[in-house]
C-alpha cells in the first residue's frame, strides 16, 4: 500500500475517509477509492484534490497513514459526495 514516503500522481487512486457534518451538511462525503486530479507540493508536504470531492485539498502525509486502515474499511467501494440538504444539519 503506498504510505506517506510514496509521492502521489495524477491518476493514482487513494483511499480518501468520510466526512459527516452537522453544521454544514452539504458538504458530507462518503469515503471510498477516489481518484487523484491535482497534486501540489509546499515544502515537502504534499496536497491532493480528487475527482469525486473536488473542493477538497487533502494532505498526503495525513492520507498516507490511513491508507492500509481505509482499505480494510471501504474495499473497493469508490468515494462520494452525499450532500444532506435538510436545515437543520446546515446551520
Known amino acids: 500500500m503506498k ?4 509521492i502521489p500522481k495524477v491518476g493514482d487512486l487513494v483511499y480518501v475517509d468520510s466526512s459527516i ?3 454544514h451538511g452539504v458538504d458530507d462525503f462518503i469515503g471510498g477509492l477516489c481518484e487523484i486530479t ?3 507540493n509546499g515544502d515537502g508536504n504534499y496536497g491532493i484534490e480528487v475527482k469525486e470531492d473536488p473542493d477538497v485539498r487533502y494532505s498526503w502525509e495525513y492520507l498516507a497513514e490511513l491508507q492500509d486502515k481505509l482499505k ?5 467501494n469508490r468515494g462520494y459526495q452525499r450532500p ?8
Open 38 to 40: 491535482s497534486v501540489s
Open 21 to 23: 457534518y452537522l453544521s
Open 84 to 91: 444532506d440538504h435538510r436545515p437543520e444539519f446546515n446551520e
Open 3 to 6: 504510505n506517506k514516503n510514496y
Open 72 to 76: 480494510e474499511q471501504f474495499g473497493e
